[in-house]
């Protein structure tokens, strides 16, 4: 009896089913591990595995719940999906809760969570319906462009606004659906180019409004009539829309600053995570020093989030960081491999879209890490502590395995042919 509940409820790629419960389980180890910090505050040493245990768990059942519907039903959620999108988005921006300057968060009956993580998923959805609704013999019909267009109008930017590297994410992955759909190639050249002059506009005005931090630990200034009237000052609506500028502008300043300098000359006050991340990757000496053993994660703000990568190498080493690499690039491989064999094309197209949010994010989150892009607020899915978060990232692999077990294969459709052959020979011949 529990061998038959168990194949009817965990159904779909084995291999993706393994990669999902390797991450979880490097999850479960290195946020133990990561959250010093949390431990500290609370006084309970047990108390944020604890609770990121229950959210993997809530993710684990909203997950077999996604892979046990099929994936034929996904389309009906996506348009009640992107009106609470778009409404979420809209809420955030007048009411929402702001955490490191950020303001991201909305509460509902007492649930905190992002709206950009469900807009992420309805974009996906969208914008692989409108592609297989508008396939012809020769790619995808050039109004498909437009239709995409006008949704990502409605989204994206209410995300860029207060998100802008999970906006830029965004695009990148609807792209790159775009190119998997076989969009003309003419549209999505026009679009990069047209992409690059926004995103040059938009560095433009990040600089130019943007007030960079330049305070001194050392240096004291002495407060002024002229600083104090500065200070009550009502901030102008320019300010307002682009209050995220200055601290764009610091991250892609101390990016681009290539200067060398010594490790005694680091400010470990002004610049702490990228110089803690740094010490953590660099006192690793290549093989780790071990799960739990960690020091930099009593020092690195977002240890057991954005910055897990650098706890992950400093405790497991090279080859610790190549395998949860490679996990997510199996991930990105398996779906491709699934897709292709799928007969329709929305489901191979949304399921495109799920993995390329996935990897794309933890991809970036690395490079973040290991200080080749930028520092933003991407964490790594599957493995850092979050929390709708979390639970989405489980949806999106729940969707994939659904997919891999309901979504019509060509293999099948290729057998089904062959009986059919044979019930008309069997006929002709009698």
Request: charged residues 15%; glycine residues 6%; positive net charge.
């Amino acid at each position: 009896m529990l061998d038959k509940f168990f194949s009817k409820k965990f159904k779909g790629d084995g291999i993706i089913w393994a990669v999902f419960f390797l991450l979880c389980i490097i999850s479960i180890i290195e946020v133990y591990s990561a959250s010093s910090v949390l431990t500290y505050k609370s006084g309970n040493y047990w108390s944020p595995v604890l609770k990121h245990f229950g959210l993997l768990v809530v993710g684990f059942v909203c997950m077999i719940v996604v892979l046990n519907i099929k994936c034929k039903y996904f389309k009906i959620v996506t348009p009640f999906l992107l009106l609470a999108a778009f409404i979420t988005l809209l809420w955030v921006l007048v009411a929402g809760q702001s955490t490191n300057g950020a303001q991201r968060w909305i509460s509902l009956v007492g649930i905190q969570f992002q709206p950009s993580e469900i807009a992420k998923g309805a974009m996906v959805l969208a914008v692989a319906q409108i592609l297989s609704a508008m396939q012809t013999e020769r790619g995808a019909d050039r109004r498909a462009f437009k239709y995409i267009m006008i949704v990502c109008a409605f989204i994206i930017p209410l995300i860029m606004v207060e998100n802008l590297s999970t906006a830029a994410l965004l695009c990148l992955v609807i792209v790159m659906m775009m190119f998997i759909g076989r969009v003309p190639m003419a549209q999505i050249g026009r679009l990069m180019g047209i992409g690059m002059l926004l995103l040059i506009f938009a560095i433009s005005m990040i600089m130019l409004v943007g007030k960079e931090d330049t305070s001194n630990n050392d240096t004291k200034l002495a407060i002024t009539e002229q600083t104090v009237e500065a200070e009550i000052q009502k901030p102008s609506k320019l300010e307002k829309i682009f209050h995220r500028a200055g601290t764009w502008k610091s991250r892609i300043i101390k990016h681009l600053d290539n200067k060398e300098i010594s490790p005694y000359e680091v400010d470990l006050d002004k610049d702490a995570q990228v110089a803690h991340a740094n010490i953590a990757i660099a006192s690793s000496n290549i093989v780790g020093k071990g799960p739990g053993n960690s020091v930099e994660r009593d020092f690195l703000s977002q240890a057991f989030s954005d910055f897990i990568y650098a706890i992950i190498i400093e405790e497991m080493g090279i080859i610790g960081a190549f395998v949860v690499c490679l996990l997510y690039i199996i991930l990105l491989f398996r779906t491709a491999s699934i897709a292709n064999r799928c007969v329709n094309t929305f489901p191979a197209l949304l399921i495109m879209g799920l993995a390329l949010l996935l990897v794309t994010q933890a991809l970036f989150n690395m490079l973040v890490a290991v200080g080749l892009v930028p520092v933003t607020g991407q964490p790594l899915p599957l493995i850092s502590k979050g929390g709708t978060s979390t639970i989405i990232n489980c949806i999106y692999i729940g969707a994939i395995l659904s997919v891999s077990y309901s979504a019509k294969k060509k293999d099948e459709e290729l057998g089904e042919n062959d009986k059919n052959k044979q019930v008309k020979v069997a006929y002709q011949q009698a």
